[in-house]
C-alpha cells in the first residue's frame, strides 16, 4: 500500500479532491507518514493551505495530532490562520490520550501567531514539489488506471463513501460520549448544590409524589415549609406539620439538615 499512500500526500498537497476521494475510497491509510520527514497528507494540506483538502480530511478522520520528526504538526506548517483553526477544532474535539499538553500548547500557539517559515520548512523536498508538471496533469482516469485502481467512478464513490459514513459515525459516538459525560457532570454537580425531596400531600386521593428541590445554600425550615407550601398552594394556618417517612416529624433546621437526597415527605394539613 506504499504507492496509495504517497500517492495521497502527493495530491494532498496538489489540493486535488477527486484523486483524494479515489485514493481513500481505495483505502489508503490518512495518517500514514512519509518515512523521510514523518510527514502525513493533512502536514502537506496544511502547509499549501488547502482549506478544502485540510477540511475534507478531517471528516474523513485524518489525525491533526500527528508530529513529523521534526516535532511539526499540521497546524505549524501552515499559514493560512483558516486552516490552523479547523485543526485547532479538530483537536479540541477529539479524544487523545497520547496528546500532551506541551504539543496542545503549541497548535494553539501556531493559531494565533504566524509560523517562522524558516522553522517550518522541511529540508526534504519529495519530487512531487520538484516537478509538478508531470504526471499531475493525467485525468483522473489515467491516475486512476496507473495506480490500477477500479476506472468506475461509481464504485470509487460508493467505496469512499461507505469509509466516510463509518468514520463519521465513530466521531459522532465520540461527539455523544463527550456530550454525555458533560450532562451526568452537571448533573451530579447540581446534584451536589441541591436537596431533592419526593414530596406528596397526607390523605389525599393522589398517591403519587412529586419532587421538589431546596438549594444547600439555603436548607432552613422555613424553606421547607414555604417551598411546600407554594408546590400545594395551602395557607399557612391549615399546616398542621411535615413529616418524613414513615414517621417523623420534622419541626426545625436539624431536622431538615439530616434529610437525605430523594427523602419522601408529606405535608399533613387539616381537613
Known amino acids: 500500500m506504499h504507492n496509495l499512500e504517497e500517492s495521497l500526500r502527493e495530491v494532498a498537497c496538489l489540493g486535488d479532491l477527486q484523486k483524494l476521494k479515489m485514493l481513500i475510497g481505495a483505502g489508503a491509510n490518512l495518517n500514514s507518514q512519509n518515512l523521510v520527514n514523518g510527514w502525513t497528507a493533512l502536514h502537506w494540506a496544511a502547509k499549501r493551505n488547502h482549506v478544502d483538502i485540510v477540511s475534507f480530511l478531517l471528516d474523513c478522520g485524518a489525525s491533526s495530532s500527528i508530529a513529523s520528526y521534526n ?38 500557539e501556531a493559531v494565533s501567531h504566524k509560523v517562522d517559515d524558516a522553522t517550518s520548512k522541511s529540508k526534504f523536498v519529495p519530487n512531487y514539489l520538484r516537478n509538478p508538471e508531470f504526471p499531475y496533469s493525467e485525468s483522473a482516469e489515467a491516475f486512476a488506471k496507473r495506480l490500477g485502481l477500479s476506472n468506475s467512478s461509481s464504485s470509487l464513490n460508493k467505496l469512499w463513501i461507505k469509509r466516510l459514513e463509518v468514520i463519521m459515525k465513530i466521531k459522532l459516538l465520540v461527539v455523544l460520549k463527550h456530550q454525555l459525560r458533560t450532562s451526568q457532570y452537571l448533573y451530579l454537580l447540581k446534584l451536589k448544590k441541591t436537596l431533592w425531596l419526593k414530596c406528596r400531600l397526607a390523605n389525599s386521593n393522589e398517591k403519587d409524589f412529586i419532587e421538589i428541590e431546596i438549594a444547600h445554600s439555603c436548607l432552613k425550615f422555613e424553606t421547607l415549609v414555604a417551598t411546600c407550601l407554594s408546590e400545594f398552594q395551602i395557607d399557612r394556618q391549615k399546616l398542621q406539620k411535615i413529616r418524613k417517612l414513615p414517621n417523623t416529624i420534622i419541626r426545625n433546621d436539624r431536622d431538615v439538615n439530616r434529610l437525605i437526597q430523594y427523602q419522601e415527605i408529606e405535608v399533613v394539613v387539616d381537613k
Open 71 to 108: 516535532g511539526e504538526m499540521p497546524a505549524n506548517v501552515s499559514t493560512s490562520r483558516e486552516v490552523k483553526e479547523l485543526l485547532l477544532k479538530d483537536i479540541q474535539n477529539t479524544e487523545n490520550d497520547n496528546f500532551d499538553k506541551d504539543q496542545k500548547l503549541g497548535v494553539f
